[in-house]
């Protein structure tokens, strides 16, 4: 569920991401010739030998024109519109497009549409140190403004290195290519060479760009797909491993509660096989000898009878609280029923099973029991060599105890005597 909702989010984001990035997130300059630090002017072939007149007109809208005489004389005629940045060239790479609002009109050549050339002039001192115009290195493009819709809108990327350029500049290999990092000039000029007049129109240059390149935008949608998706396996691993971990808790919660006697909270009957299978397959038969000792309370039923039922559940908690702190960590004991338990010693022969039981007898005898009772218990033990005899050990350590009771009672008695 969680991932089917990350998942539309991520689609969604990144749908949004890109449609954003393409139209909202953009930058744009306006380049007029009348912003802050541009100059706008214009230049014709006079200066190369020619005979062709640019003047510069400019009505009350504003919008920039040049009108053009455009006379034989220099070898390939031309005139030019500039605007030149004169507070610090203008980085380009931080733009994409550039969208012109261009009307041209004019002689050609063979009737169609007249023609201009946008030149973007790059400065950079590997050209040659002095940065005259004519070592700014041209990037063209060259189109007919009447044949489109304006405005007109190129990729920078579209604009080439002026090959008449390149010949009069040879460049070593990395300064070579298309370069926008420093443009000085941007320039609108006369795209044929047929004498008459031209005029040419330039109501506005819009240059356009991203506030994140396009290519690092993808790369960080991937890098928030990879995160997100990393960050939803980590914490859907994390609550996988915290139900299991509270299921195990809770299973084995159930398990020990299962295998415990309530009252006493010694292991019941189950709770001592339990133990006994995990020992052996520990130890197997290093166990060996094992003794098994059954104690019962004597007389219990009377106390029962005498001080009630709670007396007598008192006398069992105490009496299985002796037992176990009197007793080594790896003897099992066990509430085998009624006032009657269970201990199973491992590595233990019967003799000193037998001491074991006497200790444990005395103890009793200085246990303060409640109500200032007097409580005894018969003892009866058995030894099994192997895992073999381990059932007619239980038997025989029931019987020995049994025989103890016959015997008189708060005694111990061991099968082999
Ligand atoms: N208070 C209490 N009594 C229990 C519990 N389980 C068994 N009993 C009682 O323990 C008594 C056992 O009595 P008997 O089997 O006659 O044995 P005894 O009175 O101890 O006599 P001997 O074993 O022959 O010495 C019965 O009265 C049971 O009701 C228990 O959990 N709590």
Known sequence: MVLRWLL???VVLTGLGLYANEHWMTRR????????????????????????????????????????DMRQGYAWPFCEMQIEMREGD???TR????????HAEGPTADGSPAQVRVFLRNF???????????????????????????????????FMVSSWWAQAHP?????MGPQLDRMRIFSVITGGHVPGQHLIRLERVELIGNWVAPETFRLALLGLWMVSLLGYLSWEGWTVRGRLRRSVTRTLALEKLALRDPLTQVANREGLSRAMDLLLRAQDELSFPLSVVFVDVDHFKRINDEYGHEIGDQVLTLLARTLRANLPRDDL?????????????????????????????SVFARTEWPVR????????????RSQADLDTAMREADQAMYRAKHAGRDQVISASA
């Open 8 to 10: 539309a989010l991520l």
């Open 29 to 68: 300059l306006a380049l007029d010739g009348r912003g802050p630090g541009q100059n706008l002017h214009v230049v014709d072939d006079s200066g190369s030998g020619g005979a062709s007149k640019a003047e510069l007109l400019q009505d009350g809208s504003g919008v920039a024109a040049m009108r053009c």
């Open 90 to 92: 203008l980085d380009l």
């Open 95 to 102: 733009f994409t497009h550039i969208r012109l609002w261009l």
């Open 124 to 158: 950079n001192p590997g050209y040659a140190p002095t940065g005259g115009v004519v070592n700014l290195k041209p990037h063209e493009i060259n189109f007919a403004p009447s044949a489109q819709s304006a405005p007109v809108e190129f990729r920078l990327s579209q």
């Open 171 to 175: 460049l070593p290999v990395p300064l």
């Open 333 to 361: 004991l066990a509430r085998w029923g009624g006032e009657e338990f269970v201990i199973v010693m491992p590595q233990t022969p019967a003799e000193e099973a037998v001491a074991v039981a006497e200790r444990l007898r």
């Open 373 to 384: 009772l007097v409580v005894t218990a018969s003892w009866g033990v058995a030894e099994a």
